[in-house]
C-alpha cells in the first residue's frame, strides 16, 4: 500500500504517505553512530500496519545499545508519527564487516 491512515485526536482521519515514515525512520537509524544502513518497510494493510526495520551494524557497533535505540527513539518517533503507539514493529539487526561512511 502507498499510504496509511491515522486518526487524529480530532474525529477525521488523516493519510500520510507510506514512503514519508520509512524515508524518516532509515534516516533517523542511519545517523547513529554504529549503524551502516538500514531499510523500513510498512506491511500489511493502510489501517492496521507493521513496521519492518532492518539495519546494518558495524562490527564495532554496541550492538545491544544500538538496539535498544532503536527501539525507544526511532520506533516510537513511528508510533508517535502515526498516533498508534500498539503498532506492530519487526527489527532486524546484522552485523556487517562494512564500516559507514559518515560519522556522527
Known sequence: FR??????????RTTL???????????????YRGV???????IGDAEDPELVVTA?????????????????????HARQALGNMALPTQLDLTITT?????VT
Open 17 to 31: 504517505a507510506n514512503g514519508a515514515l520509512t524515508d524518516a525512520v532509515v534516516g533517523e537509524i542511519e545517523g
Open 98 to 102: 562494512k564500516r559507514a561512511s559518515r
Open 56 to 76: 546494518g551494524l558495524e562490527e564495532s557497533a554496541d550492538f545491544t545499545a544500538l538496539r535498544q535505540r532503536i527501539e525507544t527513539e526511532a520506533l516510537t
Open 36 to 42: 551502516n544502513s538500514a531499510r523500513a518497510r510498512l
Open 3 to 12: 499510504r496509511v491512515l491515522f486518526r487524529s485526536s480530532g474525529a477525521g
